[in-house]
């Protein structure tokens, strides 16, 4: 069975630092990985997705995020974070051809002023 | 990607009684799913509601006590049963736009808080 990882708890940056958020997933085939973002009272937006092809993938709201197959790791990156960025966010993994998502325990990001 | 909304938004409710959660989507989708986030928890799915058949419901969760309903095509309903101050969460809908690659839109959610 899949499985995700999110090291990160909670996460405290100021506005303008970059950010790295870690995503490390178990899965035994091609994954297919996506981020969300939840803002306080909201849903689930989609952030970024990886099918296949480049590795490297671009999303909403500047955010970038890079497959490595060797490190089974999808991690989210933002050259510089806003004071809306503050949200909790959440790495999933999809299982294919059972068709279900499975979920990190999310990082909750902090920006300072 | 489709534009989904459940109603409602929030409720707080009494112990023992039921809550049904709609979820609306704005165009015509196979797959839906509903979610559990407990408190400061991630993600749990409950079941997946296909049209036109019965609810695939996952381990811990059963129809009795989260019975549902998938009339057609853009619409699904969640009934939390029996309720208990435990079922505190946020309930969410989500749709399959994908099927390929299992990419899933979400609903906003709603809050329900159980006294």
């Known amino acids: 069975a899949q499985s995700v990882t999110q090291p990160d708890i909670h996460i405290t940056v100021s506005e303008g630092a970059s950010l790295e958020l870690r995503c490390n997933y178990s899965?035994?085939?091609?994954?297919?990985l996506f981020w969300y973002v939840q803002s306080p009272g909201q849903g689930l937006q989609l952030l970024l997705k990886y099918f296949s092809g480049d590795t490297l993938v671009q999303g909403i709201k500047g955010f970038e995020a890079e497959f490595k197959r060797s490190q089974s790791s999808f991690n989210l990156r933002k050259p510089s974070v806003h004071w809306s960025d503050a949200a909790e966010y959440f790495c999933a993994v999809g299982s294919g051809s059972a068709r279900q998502l499975t979920f990190g325990s999310g990082t909750q990001l902090t920006v300072l002023p | 990607s489709a534009v989904i909304s459940q109603k409602p938004s929030r409720d707080i409710c009494q112990r023992g009684t039921s809550l049904t959660i709609q979820c609306q989507v704005d165009s015509q989708v196979t797959m839906m799913f509903w979610y559990r986030q407990q408190p400061g928890q991630s993600l749990t799915l409950i079941a997946t509601?296909?049209?036109?058949?019965?609810?695939?419901?996952e381990s811990g969760f059963v129809i009795d006590k989260f019975p549902i309903s998938r009339p057609n095509l853009t619409f699904s309903t969640l009934t939390v049963s029996n309720m208990s101050p435990e079922d505190s969460s946020i309930y969410l809908c989500?749709?399959?736009?994908?099927?390929?690659?299992?990419?899933?839109?979400f609903g906003p959610g709603t809050r329900l808080t159980v006294l």
């Open positions: 509601a296909n049209q036109g058949s019965e609810a695939t419901y």
């Open positions: 899965y035994g085939a091609t994954p297919y």
């Open positions: 989500s749709v399959e736009e994908n099927r390929v690659y299992n990419e899933q839109f």
